[in-house]
């Protein structure tokens, strides 16, 4: 399994077996809300999205609705101590389940990683 270690709010690339094709793994806050696509109420909180990708000259492409986002924190607002913990779950509690899904993506989108 791949290891992923966040160290700030980030976007990590991780290759994959075919040229051009990264699995993105980002670390990063979001306000919750509405959401229209899958029409439900997501949370204030920290989230991790994992998503294949594809790098071609200077422009990133993607598919929509082929990777998954995990929300790892919830808070009331953003702030420099929620973004700590967040970072620390990332890296601690959550470390195996973002390495499992991540292969679970590249599998589901015939990619090694």
Same mark, same amino acid.
């Given at each position: &399994?791949? /290891?992923?270690?966040? /160290?700030?709010?980030? #976007?990590?690339?991780?290759?994959?077996? +075919?040229?051009?094709?990264? +699995? =993105?793994?980002?670390?990063?806050?979001?306000? !919750?809300?509405?959401?229209?696509?899958?029409?439900? $109420? =997501? *949370?204030? !909180?920290?989230?991790?999205?994992?998503?294949? +990708?594809?790098?071609?000259?200077? &422009?990133? *492409? @993607?598919?929509? @609705? *082929?990777?998954?986002? %995990?929300?790892?924190? /919830?808070?009331?607002?953003?702030? #420099?101590?929620?973004?700590?913990? #967040?970072? #620390?779950?990332?890296?601690?509690?959550?470390?195996?389940?973002? *390495?499992?899904?991540?292969?679970? +993506?590249?599998? $589901?989108?015939? %990619?090694?990683?």
């Amino acid at each position: &399994m791949t /290891e992923i270690k966040f /160290e700030k709010l980030e #976007a990590r690339r991780i290759p994959t077996n +075919i040229a051009g094709k990264f +699995i =993105e793994v980002e670390l990063y806050y979001s306000k !919750g809300g509405w959401n229209c696509f899958t029409c439900k $109420q =997501e *949370s204030r !909180g920290y989230y991790v999205r994992i998503c294949p +990708i594809t790098v071609e000259r200077n &422009m990133v *492409s @993607f598919i929509a @609705f *082929s990777g998954t986002k %995990l929300c790892i924190h /919830e808070c009331s607002r953003k702030s #420099a101590k929620a973004e700590r913990e #967040a970072i #620390a779950a990332a890296n601690d509690e959550y470390r195996d389940l973002v *390495s499992h899904l991540v292969s679970k +993506i590249a599998n $589901q989108n015939n %990619l090694e990683v």
